[in-house]
């Protein structure tokens, strides 16, 4: 066991509560080897952040390490005095952490970060601290004018690699990575990443990648332990996870994957008998344009977020609209529900000509007719009200269904999206849910008034991976069912061609590309939609890991 | 069967916080005891008006608390004033978070046009000057306590919009309410079925503090003399003490009970004040808790506690 870089044995920690302790990790062991990418892989709330912090010791109080050891080389950190601590942190150890834009601080400058680092740990000041700041940039690729700028002048992607410069700052042999591409857009990811395996073959750090996305790891890590409520359920070579794994667990979170290549898979989801579809549409957004006004009188700046828009959508179609973010998706969703008016342009509803834009107050009828679906269902729902009161309020809005049949509708509504038994979901408050059945709830509310058409803005980005076909999956039925018109708004291209009959490419506001799901993943036309879907190809990564592999091999 | 379940759901939270919380349960006894007092007290007392004899006896058994310059029983005129001292004050700390929440609401949910024109009223209440507009506008109305509560809510209840509004603006963006405004849920019902509720350790914390605020400015006039002084109120029992000049007669028994009860009352209103902060925060209770369960030798600056190391 002595010949790894990084042993954790038996380490368990506890969150001090008014109760009993809660247990957030529970005896975990693993090992990582010098040159390694280790990666460890769990759902929200699985421990793999507390597994970080105890480590590196960086926990708060109320968290407590009740057992275990962590050592680096054969010293353990777990018994090392408060100063010796500091001897390990950052000099043999480094993080990058979650989000970039608050690991930087937003008032200094990226020089003054480095150099902070540099100072601390290294005792360097002067020239040599700037020369060496310099060289951290540009190992990362970013132009050494940029040592002046403050973290709100870089964009999201040059904050990350910011982030990790200051993690290379002093050579630490080992780098941990806690969800260090979460927040940012796919294509930044894989550019980001790609800069990760460079960086690591041409400095040779070991690397413990910490992510909830089992997909990622599956391209570059070596090795692989998968945590579920505070243990390790299974911990292995990445090439024999890749065959199914051992424990169910790991299987159930593989087959949550959805691709983008290969053919789309048949027969997973409920399709409909037919998928010709009405000529005539549904819905109709014609030039439709949005300005947003800075605030204050004098202020003549604008903010064009969705700029001139034009498509249909046919009654029973699952239509996919995907973009970064930016790109003004989420500013169609609130356009289409009239949650905003648009600056001009149009929206016509089952081709009548009903120009449902005009109005200032948005007419009863189209809010029966229109329902969304949020993004984040812990904000989407009232923590005050029970899921009773949620979806009872809407239908007593409409005057669809008296008080008697009320309960028992409600109750049939909460097991048709999976809560089931259904009187059992009815009395409880949002906080005693998890955020899958939160979001069966918010569904559950959608579905409740009977629209035609739902907009779905992003709802499975905030959910677990091992939920998020469940979900995409009521959305199909639904459709297959009650022949429901679908706008499915995604950042993730896999999912929107999981789901979607068609997709509209979006960016800066405006639409790139257009065309049946398979017809554009396939053959994109566009260079934009080349390179979404290229980053969202499974191998991607992996060809750019295999080949800084093979040089390795040709140098030596 | 929903409505009534939900409210008594988060009262009963509410409550059970602040019976569990030693200084909200403190304050509230505290409290308790003055609106007890204030509201069966007089009819136990002897009148606070009549002239009982010898001025300025010190406390003794027939005078609990003595007799004042004008030869009144200072325990009597004490525990009567707290009736109208208590009623302004609390009446004034109502009514300025219910205009606080009526206007601050309105111009934070609606925003644009309304909000300008909302925010502009707010802004001119607060730059007013309080204390020279409080005392120039008590002398020139009629005294009395319709006048006093008229004036501390007119000078009393911007800021309390201005806080609503601001937290109004930050609820109006949330999912939650969009949810219901895509439900079809009008928008008188968002605010107060759906936000209002979530405001409600803001509207309370604003109510105590408007209420100590009243309390406060209210004797403060009164004692300059621009209450109705034939009323019986702390404040006008601090203006006689001081005509009749008690500190130079060194009669300390003419302000002391009633200077006391002021500032009791406040105590206990600031103590409830802080039992709120830490049933909705529970933050502020949690670093008391883990300090107690956790061996106080481990608990280093910036290292994270180790029970046992296996070795």
């Keep these: 066991m002595n010949n790894y870089l990084l042993s954790i044995e038996n380490l368990s920690v506890d969150y001090i509560t008014d109760t009993e302790p809660v247990r957030a990790v529970n005896n975990i062991s693993f090992g990582i080897h010098t040159g390694e990418i280790f990666g460890l892989v769990g759902e929200s709330g699985s421990g793999k952040s507390t597994v970080v912090q105890a480590m590196m010791r960086i926990l708060p109080p109320p968290g407590l390490i009740s057992n275990g050891s962590v050592r680096i080389n054969g010293e353990d950190i777990l018994s090392a005095s408060e100063s010796n601590v500091k001897k390990f942190r950052w000099k043999q150890i480094s993080i990058v952490m979650q989000s970039a834009l608050n690991a930087l601080n937003p008032v200094l400058s990226i020089r003054e970060q480095i150099s902070d680092v540099l100072k601390t740990h290294k005792d360097l000041v002067g020239i040599d601290a700037e020369t060496r700041a310099k060289e951290l940039l540009s190992l990362v690729d970013i132009d050494e004018d940029r040592l002046n700028s403050h973290p709100h002048q870089l964009s999201g992607g040059m904050k990350q690699r910011v982030v990790i410069a200051i993690a290379l700052a002093i050579m630490p042999p080992i780098i941990i990575m806690d969800e260090p591409t979460t927040a940012l857009d796919v294509i930044v990811e894989r550019e980001i990443l790609a800069k990760i395996i460079e960086l690591r073959k041409k400095l040779n750090f070991t690397i413990l990648f910490i992510t909830h996305d089992l997909n990622l790891l599956l391209e570059f890590a070596d090795r692989l332990a998968i945590m579920k409520n505070g243990r390790i359920v299974e911990i292995d070579d990445v090439e024999n996870i890749k065959q199914g794994g051992q424990h169910s667990y790991t299987r159930k979170l593989i087959g949550s994957i959805p691709s983008a290549s290969g053919s789309r898979q048949e027969g997973l989801l409920s399709k409909p008998d037919s998928l010709d579809f009405p000529t005539t549409p549904l819905i109709e957004i014609k030039n439709l344009r949005k300005t947003f006004q800075s605030p204050g009188l004098f202020n003549k700046n604008k903010l064009t977020a969705v700029d001139d828009i034009s498509f249909k959508i046919s009654e029973g179609e699952i239509v996919g609209l995907v973009g970064e973010s930016g790109s003004g998706k989420s500013t169609i969703a609130k356009l289409v529900t009239r949650l905003i008016r648009p600056t001009s342009g149009t929206i016509y509803l089952n081709g009548e000509n009903k120009q449902v834009t005009e109005a200032r107050n948005v007419p009863l009828e189209y809010r029966k007719i229109v329902q969304m679906v949020f993004q984040d269902p812990f904000g989407s729902l009232n923590s005050i009200h029970t899921v009773y009161h949620h979806l009872s309020r809407p239908l007593l809005r409409h005057r669809l269904k008296s008080k008697d049949e009320l309960f028992d509708y409600i109750i049939k509504m909460l097991e048709t999206v999976g809560l089931s038994p259904g009187e059992k979901f009815a009395d409880k408050f949002p906080h005693e849910m998890s955020g899958g059945e939160r979001q069966r709830v918010a569904i559950a509310r959608a579905l409740s008034l009977k629209p035609q058409i739902i907009i779905a803005d992003e709802p499975t980005s905030m959910l677990d991976v091992s939920i998020r076909m469940d979900i995409l999956e009521i959305f199909a039925r639904m459709r297959k069912e009650n022949n429901l018109t679908i706008l499915f708004i995604t950042h993730d291209l896999a999912s929107a061609r999981y789901l979607a009959d068609r997709i509209i490419v979006l960016k800066n506001g405006s639409i790139v590309e257009e065309g049946p799901s398979e017809d554009l993943i396939q053959s994109p036309s566009n260079e934009y939609t080349k390179q979404l879907v290229n980053a969202a190809s499974p191998g991607w990564l992996e060809t750019i890991h295999k080949n800084s592999d093979n040089k390795e091999i040709i140098d030596a | ?311």
């Design chain 2, 1 to 311: 069967m929903n409505s009534r379940t939900q409210n008594s759901n988060i009262f009963r939270r509410w409550f059970d916080g602040i019976l569990s919380n030693k200084k909200a349960l403190i304050g509230t006894y505290i409290i308790l005891f003055f609106i007890f007092i204030a509201i069966i007290g007089p009819f136990f007392i002897q009148s606070p008006t009549e002239f009982l004899g010898t001025p300025l006896t010190p406390p003794s058994t027939k005078n609990l608390f003595g007799t004042n310059g004008q030869g009144q029983d200072v325990f009597a005129q004490t525990i009567s004033g707290a009736r109208q001292t208590l009623f302004v004050g609390f009446t004034t700390g109502i009514l300025v978070v219910i205009i606080g929440a009526l206007i601050g609401g309105i111009a934070g949910f609606y925003g644009g046009r309304i909000d300008d024109i909302l925010s502009l009223i707010i802004n001119i209440f607060l730059v007013m000057p309080g204390l020279p507009l409080m005392v120039i506008l008590a002398s020139w109305l009629p005294p009395g306590p319709g006048t006093l509560l008229g004036v501390l809510v007119l000078t009393g209840w911007a800021w309390n919009a201005r806080v609503i509004r601001s937290q109004m603006m930050t609820f109006r963006n949330r999912d939650f309410v969009s949810a219901a405004i895509v439900s079809g849920e009008k928008n008188i019902r968002i605010i107060l079925v759906e936000i209002m509720p979530r405001m409600l350790s803001l509207l309370a914390s604003s109510f105590i503090g408007a209420s100590i605020y009243a309390i406060g400015a209210q004797v403060g006039l009164e004692f300059l003399g621009l209450g109705d002084i034939s009323t019986v109120t702390w404040g006008t029992n601090l203006y006689w003490a001081s005509n009749d000049l008690a500190l130079l007669t060194e009669s300390w028994w003419t302000f002391v009970p009633t200077g006391l009860s002021i500032a009791l009352v406040s105590f206990s209103l600031t103590l409830i004040n802080f039992g709120i902060d830490e049933v909705t925060n529970p933050r502020l209770i949690s670093e008391r808790l883990w300090r107690e369960k956790i061996p106080r030798n481990l608990i280093k600056d910036g290292v994270t506690p180790v029970l046992k190391n296996n070795e």
